[in-house]
């Protein structure tokens, strides 16, 4: 091989543009930056001008000019060689090719980044209240200064509207009290941050009442107080949350309305049939904490038996009626046993609270059921009926009426 040819070989290319930058990036270490990039970096040296800080790169970054008077003195004072800080970048390739950067920025994008971060996870967090206007509350976050509106304080503080000449006195009290508040919006961009005592309260009640739910049992036996009825039942408080006592668990006997058994502001006695954490509902009763009346029905009635009944309800099959003296147990008389040929409407027989005198049909204790019959027992006044021990059930198609009236 020849000089020439050798020397030409081994010559190396011209290296330009990218190419002298990837060169660069493989022989000298170092991360690359991004103008608006937040970086960790050590103190190198701390001077009146200048702070150098060591993040990472090809050459230290500082921060000079401008940045210096931003800092807060008492930051200034005590930072030294060797403290890790958070560094905003500036200019990744100042005019003397340094990384121009500002410890101030930092702490701002710091600061919004918390602030969406609690934002998010909807905490609630406590700050002191600087100053006050004629609108609401200014709290200071890290460096950020965030805004209660007057409509986003708790209800319990009375503040009159922002019209009244009132209010600004109001809210200056305030100043130098520390809140229970929660942010609801951060706006970067718009240099917004919002903060509400409503919504922390809202919150925090929101989790006692998760708690709360958490800690009830099915089966349990709490107290509580009727905080309201309605139509369909009872709330009843029970510290921490309100349970419902649908109008069928209110009692044994038959309930119309709660009012006739309940008042708002009584204390009772209730146990726990289900929990929905989900869509956080508990389902109270009252009556499972009493004997079953229905149990022992069966020793008390039986077919043949005459009683007295007071008609309870109507339906287009039949009446209900309940015994009377006995007034948890609730029979049916089915249309074909409330007189002798066709009935159109039970309401051409009876009415409701009319007390009548009926013969059992059957009993049936596990289906909380008793068939009873009016037309068996026209005529007769059932206190001179002999004991039941001794009557004799009577035989007619009427015996099966009960069973079949609830199919229609």
């Given at each position: 091989?020849?000089?020439?040819?050798?020397h030409?070989?081994?010559?190396?290319?011209p290296?330009?543009?990218?190419?002298?930058?990837?060169?660069?990036?493989?022989?000298?270490?170092?991360?690359?930056?991004?103008?608006?990039?937040?970086?960790?970096?050590?103190?190198?040296?701390?001077?009146?001008e200048?702070?150098?800080?060591?993040?990472?790169?090809?050459?230290?970054?500082?921060?000079?000019?401008?940045?210096?008077?931003?800092?807060?003195?008492?930051?200034?004072?005590?930072?030294?060689?060797?403290?890790?800080?958070?560094?905003?970048?500036?200019?990744?390739?100042?005019?003397?090719?340094?990384?121009?950067l500002s410890?101030?920025?930092?702490?701002?994008?710091?600061?919004?980044?918390?602030?969406?971060?609690?934002?998010?996870?909807?905490e609630?967090?406590?700050?002191?209240?600087?100053?006050s206007?004629?609108?609401?509350?200014?709290?200071?976050?890290?460096?950020?200064?965030?805004?209660?509106?007057?409509?986003?304080?708790?209800?319990?503080?009375?503040?009159?509207?922002?019209?009244?000449?009132?209010?600004?006195?109001?809210?200056?009290q305030?100043?130098?009290?520390?809140?229970?508040?929660?942010?609801?919006?951060?706006?970067?961009?718009?240099?917004?941050?919002?903060?509400?005592?409503?919504?922390?309260?809202?919150?925090q009640?929101?989790?006692?009442?998760?708690?709360?739910l958490?800690?009830?049992?099915?089966?349990?036996?709490?107290?509580?107080?009727?905080?309201?009825?309605?139509?369909?039942?009872?709330?009843?408080?029970?510290?921490?949350?309100?349970?419902?006592?649908?109008l069928?668990?209110?009692?044994?006997?038959?309930?119309?309305?709660?009012?006739?058994?309940?008042?708002?502001?009584?204390?009772?006695?209730?146990?726990?049939?289900?929990?929905?954490?989900?869509r956080?509902?508990?389902?109270?009763?009252?009556?499972?904490?009493?004997?079953?009346?229905?149990?022992?029905?069966?020793?008390?009635?039986?077919?043949?038996?005459?009683?007295?009944?007071?008609?309870?309800?109507?339906?287009?099959w039949?009446?209900f009626?309940?015994?009377v003296?006995?007034?948890?147990?609730e029979?049916?008389?089915?249309?074909?046993?409330?007189?002798?040929g066709?009935?159109?409407?039970p309401?051409?027989?009876?009415?409701?609270?009319?007390?009548?005198?009926?013969?059992?049909v059957?009993?049936?204790?596990?289906?909380?059921?008793?068939?009873?019959?009016?037309?068996?027992?026209?005529?007769?006044?059932?206190?001179?009926?002999?004991?039941?021990?001794?009557?004799?059930?009577?035989?007619?198609?009427?015996?099966?009426?009960?069973?079949g009236?609830?199919?229609?």
């Amino acid at each position: 091989m020849s000089y020439d040819s050798y020397h030409t070989s081994a010559s190396p290319e011209p290296v330009e543009g990218d190419s002298l930058a990837q060169l660069l990036d493989e022989y000298l270490p170092g991360v690359r930056l991004k103008r608006g990039q937040v970086v960790r970096g050590t103190v190198l040296r701390v001077s009146a001008e200048v702070i150098i800080i060591d993040v990472g790169a090809k050459c230290e970054g500082t921060v000079g000019g401008r940045e210096m008077e931003r800092l807060d003195p008492e930051v200034l004072a005590q930072l030294k060689p060797g403290d890790q800080v958070m560094v905003y970048v500036l200019n990744p390739e100042g005019p003397c090719g340094e990384i121009v950067l500002s410890l101030a920025r930092a702490q701002l994008e710091t600061d919004w980044e918390r602030a969406r971060a609690l934002l998010e996870k909807r905490e609630v967090i406590e700050l002191e209240v600087v100053s006050s206007n004629r609108g609401g509350l200014i709290v200071q976050l890290g460096r950020l200064r965030g805004f209660i509106p007057a409509s986003q304080l708790s209800p319990s503080r009375c503040v009159p509207r922002i019209s009244d000449p009132s209010c600004s006195e109001v809210l200056a009290q305030l100043v130098e009290t520390r809140l229970q508040v929660r942010v609801i919006e951060a706006d970067q961009e718009r240099n917004r941050l919002i903060l509400s005592e409503r919504a922390a309260e809202a919150h925090q009640e929101e989790e006692r009442r998760s708690q709360f739910l958490a800690s009830l049992r099915e089966g349990e036996v709490r107290r509580g107080r009727v905080s309201n009825l309605t139509n369909f039942g009872a709330f009843v408080n029970l510290g921490g949350v309100d349970g419902l006592v649908h109008l069928s668990e209110i009692s044994w006997k038959r309930v119309d309305h709660p009012n006739e058994v309940l008042e708002v502001g009584q204390e009772v006695e209730v146990t726990v049939l289900s929990v929905d954490q989900e869509r956080q509902r508990v389902a109270l009763s009252m009556k499972r904490l009493e004997p079953d009346p229905w149990t022992t029905v069966g020793e008390r009635y039986q077919a043949g038996q005459l009683v007295e009944g007071r008609i309870t309800r109507l339906t287009r099959w039949g009446a209900f009626a309940c015994i009377v003296g006995d007034e948890a147990i609730e029979g049916l008389i089915h249309v074909s046993e409330l007189a002798e040929g066709r009935v159109a409407h039970p309401k051409d027989v009876v009415e409701p609270g009319q007390v009548v005198t009926l013969r059992v049909v059957r009993v049936e204790p596990e289906r909380h059921r008793l068939a009873l019959s009016l037309r068996q027992a026209a005529g007769i006044d059932w206190r001179a009926e002999v004991p039941m021990t001794r009557q004799q059930p009577q035989e007619g198609p009427a015996t099966s009426s009960f069973g079949g009236a609830l199919q229609e």
